[in-house]
């Protein structure tokens, strides 16, 4: 059934295509020539733009930062979180149900990349940054982004991401927290994914 | 209750005669599009260099359709690899029974579906619901337009013809909730409550894709709410159909189409949450994954040299937003779940130019170019619609064989062909215009072409044309 279905849509494809293969050069992303900190800042500015809150820190002031943000919270802290920054003790645990992971305040995590043209961030799922439904279910997603992760375009994000697709990991881009336009164009935040996003750049 | 499809009921000018009477509609339009046109302009002048990524864009649609045998069979490969399962559908009725075979294999009473047009094109939930399983739509508008038992009027907001008061009185009706106000963020709130609930409860999910990359099997879904990324993350299987034109054939080439799509569909420099995945991933979101090929008439218009670009569409909706035509008549009166200017060149030529009330749609439409402009893919939409009149006219329509418009257009084509015939053609018009132009505009053609000028004037042509013009500054 399905052999057939595949190789009958295969034949009309061949029929169809008439003229030769069409080539495509793919130059090399070329990396900006913006100084670092103009890429930075722009980076905040985006991202606080779509209604994430900023904070900057420095290496040495981001376990104050963190304990006075998330103190008093349930917080959920994935494998691989650096544990020096946030010593509260680490409550993931693997077979953590997504129904679990609803009691959970925040959780804190750091990034693969980020995005300066555009204000995102971008995980890839490896250590610190946990399963895809850690970042989701919790009401409150902390984000730990490191000034030299922020790329200042998204051709030069996709390059830099280029390994950990191919070696079959999952991204989730998010840019600023969950929202919705759908009743009379009002944007509303929040409706299925965390309401409130919190990122903190590291310089 | 079936989400539309694309056979329109009724031909596009009997649909808009009723459509243009909703004046409610027509004001949430207006004022939908209008912001979103503006918002738009700005978000693409941020970019220095969007002429050339639309070419890009154009650019790398155009290599991978002209592989795409090739492209497809790298993507199933890839896909493979990485523990997922590929089918090919070679129609609607093929790819619903895959879907529901798979639903009912897991005894799925309910599945939840992420917004896509097309599962809607395929008539997917009324094909689950004869099999007793009920899909839940579980983006906002979507939900929506489902409980009301209505159809989407717009690629993007598929509500937007419908007003808070109408949403709040919905969800009182049928989610049961109590809501005090109508305001959306009370209105959001409760939809929240009502599908977290599913989320976290239902096994079996439906998407659609908006690319996949063939070189890693990787299948990439772009949204707002976070409900693709619930569905595509909590369940224990995942469904995903996928217009077979939707492959890129390398993780590269996505970079453009985030650029592109986010600006031309919601004006955002992104839209908040896109998810790539790539087969099943061990340990994390669902751990059998289905990609669903679906051909439905594409390699159709895939044979069609003149038309093939069609198939560039990445459904920003850009065009919809930029219509004068759309933005009057509403989505409803094109019929199909592909509405706008390009569901009047995508719906008739998915039909294979065979469905009567289809082949109206490629005459909804002024010419003005404005979709053409705005599409970020360079699809030349009204070049699409004049050929499509053309094709249409003399073979497929017998009420409008031979009507003076298939003659004019056939007449145009011929003289659109070749510049000289073009100028030759220019100054005829000049010369035979004389008696009939009053204050530089023609108020009355004669005879049959009578009907063109019975509601608006035809500019006078200039005494000069822009090519002899330009010839004479010495340029040519
Ligand atoms: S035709 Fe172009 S503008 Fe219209 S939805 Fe498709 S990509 Fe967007």
């Known amino acids: 059934m399905s052999g057939e279905a595949r190789l009958e849509m295969l034949t009309r494809i061949h029929r169809a295509a008439a003229g030769p293969k069409l080539e495509i050069e793919r130059p090399p992303i070329p990396a900006s020539t913006r100084p670092r900190a103009e890429i930075v800042a722009q980076f905040a500015e985006y991202a606080a733009e779509y209604r994430a809150e900023v904070h900057r820190a420095s290496e040495a002031d981001l376990p104050v930062l963190l304990a006075a943000l998330l103190s ?55 250590a610190g940054q946990g399963r895809r439904a850690l970042t989701l279910i919790p009401d409150w997603h902390v984000c730990v982004v490191r000034s030299e992760q922020v790329v200042d375009s998204v051709p030069e994000a996709v390059a ?44 | 209750m079936s989400a539309g499809g694309i056979r329109p009921a009724r031909p596009f000018p009997e649909a808009a005669r009723d459509t243009l009477q909703d004046a409610q509609m027509r004001r949430n339009l207006k004022h939908a599009t209008t912001t979103i046109r503006e918002k738009r302009l700005r978000a693409v002048a941020e970019l220095p260099d969007w002429e050339a990524l639309r070419t890009r864009g154009a650019e790398l649609k155009d290599a991978s359709l002209s592989d795409l045998a090739e492209q497809l069979l790298t993507l199933e490969a890839a896909v493979k690899r990485c523990g997922g399962q590929v089918h090919w559908a070679r129609d609607a009725a093929e790819a619903c029974r895959i879907v529901t075979d798979l639903a009912a294999l897991h005894g799925a009473r309910e599945i939840i579906k992420v917004k896509s047009i097309s599962t809607d094109e395929i008539e997917l939930n009324a094909a689950l619901e004869q099999r007793g399983i009920q899909a839940i739509e579980t983006d906002l508008a ?83 709410e976070g409900n693709g990324r619930m569905c595509l993350t909590l369940p224990d299987v995942l469904i995903s159909v996928m217009g077979i034109e939707k492959v890129l054939p390398q993780w590269a080439d996505i970079a453009p189409f985030m650029q592109l799509l986010p600006r031309s569909s919601t004006a955002e420099r992104m839209n908040p949450y896109t998810s790539f995945w790539s087969g099943v991933i061990p340990g994390d979101g669902p751990q059998e994954f289905h990609l669903v090929l679906l051909d439905n008439g594409r390699t159709d218009v895939l044979a069609d040299e003149a038309a093939r670009q069609t198939l560039r569409c990445i459904r920003c909706s850009a065009c919809l937003n930029v219509c004068p035509v759309y933005e009057r008549a509403g989505g409803h009166a094109y019929g199909s779940v592909y509405p706008g200017p390009i569901g009047a060149i995508l719906t008739p030529q998915l039909l294979q130019l065979e469905d009567e009330n289809a082949n109206t749609l490629p005459w909804a439409s002024s010419l003005c170019g404005a979709c053409y402009d705005a599409c970020p893919v360079k699809i030349n939409i009204p070049e699409i619609l004049i050929y499509l009149r053309g094709q249409i006219t003399p073979h497929k329509s017998h009420n409008l064989e031979n009507t003076v418009e298939s003659i004019a257009m056939k007449t145009a084509a011929w003289i659109f062909n070749e510049p000289f015939r073009f100028e030759g053609a220019l100054k005829l018009a000049r010369t035979g215009q004389g008696p009939l132009v009053q204050h530089g505009a023609i108020h009355a053609l004669p005879g049959l072409l009578g009907g063109w000028t019975s509601s608006r004037n035809l500019p006078a042509f200039p005494a000069k044309s822009f090519r002899e013009l330009w010839r004479e500054e010495g340029e040519v």
């Open chain 1, 72 to 126: 008093g919270q349930n917080v959920l802290v994935p494998e691989g979180f650096p544990a020096q920054l946030f010593p509260q003790p680490a409550t993931h645990k693997p077979q953590t149900t997504h129904a679990d992971l609803a009691a959970y305040d925040a959780v804190l995590t750091t990034c693969a990349v980020a995005i300066a043209e555009t204000g995102t961030v971008v995980l890839d799922h490896g």
């Open chain 1, 160 to 203: 830099a991401l280029q390994e950990a697709v191919l070696a079959g990991r999952p991204l989730t881009w998010i840019s600023g927290p969950s929202a919705t336009s759908d009743i009379e164009l009002s944007r509303v935040e929040g409706v299925h994914g965390p309401r409130r996003l919190s990122i903190i750049v590291v310089d």
């Open chain 2, 142 to 224: 979507e939900l929506i337009v489902q409980l009301a038992g209505d159809t989407p009027s717009h690629i993007l907001v598929p509500a937007i013809h419908k007003n808070r008061a109408e949403i709040r009185d919905l969800f009182r009706q049928k989610l049961g909730a109590e809501l005090l106000t109508d305001e959306p963020k009370v209105l959001a709130e409760a939809a929240r409550l009502y599908l977290r609930e599913k989320f976290l409860s239902t096994k079996v999910a439906v998407s659609g894709a908006n690319f996949a990359i063939a070189e890693s099997g990787t299948v990439c879904i772009v949204e707002s």
